[in-house]
């Protein structure tokens, strides 16, 4: 019974080991953690169009619900740059940014995700995540961090630029510059300088004096924390506000009032296809994050339990005044090198947000949005690779191809259409890969049982015997280029009076591969020759017997390509096995 209650909640396992040095090691992490996500959560709630105390709600109760489920000891859940503007591109052709309806949708939106994630684990449909090619992700995490940077800049400038795609963001920046307030810009641009330098040289400056690797890095992922007070102290001691700085202003002192968010029927339809996207790319991105650092421990963790907890998270984000959340990359890293062994380190990361929350919120009133726009600033350009579509492009050009097609449609059309576009090319691509599988003629290496291409090797070929390898499964698309390749090589060897097809790489037959087979059969027996198989996987075999086809094909089926060639040509593949073998 605990067993099993243990593989819903897995809490239960790690909960009855926990001892003081693991609380000792989760507490550190929560602390650094904590301190990091305060301005992170802040910033991320400002990029998703809500208020900046949102971004704390939504640290909150999501934390404490991945506790529960999840299987992960160091992914740290919460609100992530790339949810947080797709959130925002849901959300703002709806309702005016801030406003108590955009709030309100929100939190339904967090609810319809955590819905459609908690349905795919009750089906067990994790394996949709996979449709998002690795490709396809890293392209739209690159353009949604340039889409995100650009849309920042507005704010270290101190101008006003509406929102849109990268060439109107680009356009609104260059027709602003004129306007830009100069002490924004000369906090914002601080701001950035100083979290760059602390992100990328603090930690080797620290490392030469003496400071331990460990505690160099911990004190760097504190910098925008730095950052944040410095700039409320600079602010606050010179009144910018009063010179026309944008500054948070009044932030709400207290924990949320826990409720449903308002069930709306009409706009919960229109919200479902962006949620369903909001959770692929949350549950691809966490899970990608939870088994690295797990890999890094030789733990493992249980997808379809990732999406309960995942899915949980967000219905706790919901009821607690949030927006949608997932694992975040780099807080999760931080966790696991702070030596987090738990999830507790996220409840109690919890813990600190709701203390920030009920004692410390009057200190953010004079926090620039300069400085969160450079947080995420920072944070979003480290996300962005464009040097993998060049690897990429020299690997798989098709790849490459659907990678680009996510970044330009993530950067001139919108967010939700250019994750779609991409998995679309991916998919038709992939169709038309499969549709012209490659197909060998494969001939005996001299010496030895083993057949290879023909084209690669010094081989033997029987004249009478005709040996083709598949490397491909055979379902509809590419059952017809089957019947005319069969037809075409029959038309190259006209000695032939039996054809082998070799089926290590078919994994499947489907109802139209079957029927092209039966039309190949018909097609071979009038030019005279004889269709055998070689090789095939029990599933697949499984699946023949129950059609008639093996009955009244006429053919064998053969354990391996050589006994095959022994039982139809028996001389030339003793003579081949008996030659020493060639090299190409």
Excluded at 49 to 55: D, E, I, K, Q, Y
Excluded at 228 to 254: C, K
């Amino acid at each position: 019974m605990k067993q099993r209650l243990a593989r819903y909640l897995p809490c239960l396992e790690w909960a009855s080991r926990y001892d003081r040095s693991a609380a000792g090691k989760d507490g550190l992490a929560a602390l650094i953690v904590t301190l990091m996500l305060i301005p992170q959560s802040l910033a991320y709630a400002m990029l998703a169009g809500l208020p900046p105390v949102t971004g704390l709600y939504a640290s909150i109760l999501p934390l404490i619900a991945y506790t529960l489920f999840g299987t992960s000891r160091t992914l740290a859940v919460g609100p992530v740059a790339v949810v947080s503007l797709m959130t925002a591109a849901a959300l703002g052709p709806l309702f005016a940014a801030g406003s108590a309806e955009y709030a309100g949708a929100a939190l339904l939106l967090a609810l319809l995700s955590g819905a459609v994630l908690l349905l795919m684990a009750l089906l067990r449909l994790g394996f949709l995540a996979n449709f998002l090619s690795h490709p396809v992700i890293s392209g739209f995490i690159s353009a949604s961090g340039i889409l995100i940077a650009l849309g920042q800049l507005k704010h270290v400038l101190g101008i006003s630029v509406a929102s849109g795609n990268a060439l109107e963001l680009l356009q609104g920046l260059i027709a602003g510059l004129p306007q830009t307030h100069l002490p924004t810009l000369a906090i914002g641009a601080s701001s950035l300088l100083f979290l760059f330098l602390v992100r990328n040289q603090l930690s080797g400056w620290l490392e030469r004096r003496g400071v331990s690797p460990l505690l160099a890095a911990n004190l760097t992922k504190i910098g925008p924390v730095v950052a944040l007070l410095l700039a409320v102290a600079v602010v606050s001691a010179l009144h910018l506000a009063d010179s026309g700085v944008r500054v948070v202003g009044q932030v709400p002192q207290g924990l949320p009032s826990f409720r449903l968010p308002l069930l709306d029927l009409a706009l919960a339809l229109q919200l479902l296809p962006a949620a369903v996207l909001i959770s692929l790319v949350g549950f691809v991105e966490s899970v990608s994050v939870a088994q690295t650092l797990a890999a890094k421990r030789r733990q493992r963790i249980e997808p379809n339990q990732e999406l309960i907890a995942l899915g949980s998270a967000n219905v706790a984000a919901a009821l607690g005044g949030g927006f949608p959340v997932t694992g975040g990359f780099a807080r999760s890293v931080v966790n696991f090198d702070a030596g987090a062994q738990t999830p507790l380190a996220g409840a109690l990361t919890a813990v600190g947000i709701a203390i920030t929350v009920l004692f410390f919120t009057p200190l953010f009133h004079n926090l620039p949005h300069a400085v969160l726009a450079a947080t995420i600033i920072v944070a979003v350009l480290s996300l962005v690779d464009l040097a993998a579509l060049k690897r990429t492009w020299r690997y798989s050009r098709q790849d490459a191809a659907a990678m680009a097609a996510t970044m330009l449609g993530v950067l001139l059309i919108g967010v939700e259409s250019g994750i779609i576009l991409g998995v679309g090319l991916s998919l038709l691509l992939f169709l038309w890969r499969t549709s012209q599988p490659h197909i060998a003629v494969v001939g005996q290496l001299p010496g030895s049982e083993h057949f290879r291409n023909i084209e690669r090797f010094a081989v033997i070929q029987s004249p009478r015997v005709l040996s083709v390898r598949v490397d491909e499964s055979l379902y509809f698309p590419n059952a017809r280029y089957l019947e005319d390749r069969v037809a075409e090589l029959i038309g190259w060897h006209p000695q032939a009076e039996h054809l082998v097809l070799m089926c290590p790489g078919v994994n499947l037959i489907d109802a139209s591969a079957l029927e092209s087979l039966e039309a190949i059969t018909t097609r071979l027996h009038a030019a005279g020759v004889q269709l055998h198989l070689s090789e095939v996987k029990g599933p697949v075999m499984d699946q023949l017997r129950r059609a008639e086809f093996l009955d009244h094909f006429g053919g064998q089926v053969f354990l391996s390509q050589y006994e095959a060639l022994l039982a139809l040509d028996p001389q030339t593949t003793r003579h081949a096995l008996g030659r020493q073998r060639a090299h190409a």
